[in-house]
């Protein structure tokens, strides 16, 4: 470090600085050191710096700089939802426990456009951003082709982002399998998955691609599994036609208003009927379900982006790593053996 020092013209400390990233250094300073620390061939002994994080971790942290929270979505209130919530909960937990802070930003801000944005991030010392990217995602950033190129980037949520990015997302292939599985042990035999076309296509198939693979595991079931019902607006109708073409004991979905249609075709929950919702949130009284732990994906997220700050790695990665979280089952009255649904508690048809 020395000698990076003497042939930047600069102190040690400054050196330190610079190689963590660290905005109390002007940023034309830390590239001009980083560049000699490279032409140098500078590497960081990995011993003494996790006894430098040791030390930083027993200490108050002091703030390093803030996080750009990103709403990728065409509605300003996507942080209202509760998934998003979480996200950010976990995000804002995790980030201020390594000494930093976080902004709400919105793409779709009137009068900001992508060019104008990457000047307000600069402007403020940000290097690091989360990208908040729901299922009404849109190209982002088309025109400016560098603004993933100049920060820090992660993704939470749904993987759509051109050029792929680092992402923390929670396991839906094995949330599905979960939930067929728990549905055999409480003694269902025909469950069936009913969720939206968009949705699965979004997840690269790993909604279906999960029940598949549960139901491939069931030999004794081979040839005679109820087919997925994937279809976008689903209608009471077709809900009522596919149960009784193919006759299925228990619905493994993320539609909250199927409640309402079972309830009015008088089917007889949990006893004939079981119901699993695959996003379980506190606010749906009554189910069982799914709960896919957002506050811990968003505190995954946090990690990836301070690790990419820590180490400098600015831009797409040639090979983006994918952190997924995995989920909980939480018992409801939906589900026999845990309270009847048509006596006891009621279930949320809305969320």
């Given amino acids: 470090m020395q000698k990076v020092a003497d042939l930047a013209g600069v102190s040690k400390s400054s050196v330190s600085l610079a190689l963590r990233d660290d905005p109390r250094l002007a940023l034309a300073t830390r590239r001009r050191i980083q560049e000699v620390a490279e032409r140098l061939g500078y590497r960081k002994n990995p011993i003494v710096a996790s006894l430098m994080a040791q030390l930083r971790v027993s200490q108050t942290p002091k703030f390093q700089a803030n996080l750009g929270f990103i709403n990728c979505s065409d509605r300003r209130n996507l942080f209202d939802d509760a998934t998003f919530a979480e996200y950010r909960e976990g995000i804002c937990g995790r ?11 919105w793409v779709d801000e009137p009068g900001v456009k992508a060019a104008r944005l990457m000047q307000i991030l600069q402007a403020r010392s940000i290097r690091g951003l989360v990208l908040a990217v729901g299922t009404e995602f849109k190209p982002l950033f088309v025109d400016q082709p560098e603004f993933f190129r100049d920060f820090c980037v992660v993704v939470v949520g749904v993987d759509r982002t051109d050029p ?43 909604f279906s691609a999960g029940f598949a693979s ?32 193919w006759r299925p004991d228990a619905i493994i979905t993320d539609q909250t208003e199927v409640v309402g249609w079972l309830d009015r075709d008088k089917f007889p929950v949990p006893e004939k009927m079981g119901l699993i919702h695959l996003d379980w949130t506190e606010s749906l009284e009554g189910w069982a379900g799914m709960r896919r732990n957002a506050r811990l994906v968003g505190e995954a997220a946090a ?30 009255a939906s589900v026999r053996g845990t309270g009847t649904a048509r006596n006891g508690a009621k279930l949320a048809v809305a969320r």
């Fill in 303 to 332: 990690d990836l982006v301070i690790s990419q700050i820590t180490n400098n790695e600015l831009g797409p990665p040639t090979h983006p790593r994918l952190v997924l979280i995995e989920s909980d089952f939480i018992h409801g």
């Fill in 164 to 206: 792929p990015l680092p992402r923390a997302a929670s396991n839906v292939f094995r949330t599905v399998r979960d939930a067929i599985e728990t549905a055999f042990r409480l003694g269902y035999k025909r469950p069936g998955l009913v969720i939206a076309e968009r949705t699965d296509k979004l997840s690269d198939r790993r």
């Fill in 214 to 245: 549960a139901m491939a595991d069931r030999d004794e079931r081979k040839g005679d599994a109820v087919p997925p019902l994937l279809r976008d607006g689903l209608r009471r109708a077709e809900l009522a036609k596919w149960i009784k073409k």
């Fill in 95 to 105: 980030a201020e426990r390594g000494g930093y802070g976080v902004e709400d930003f």
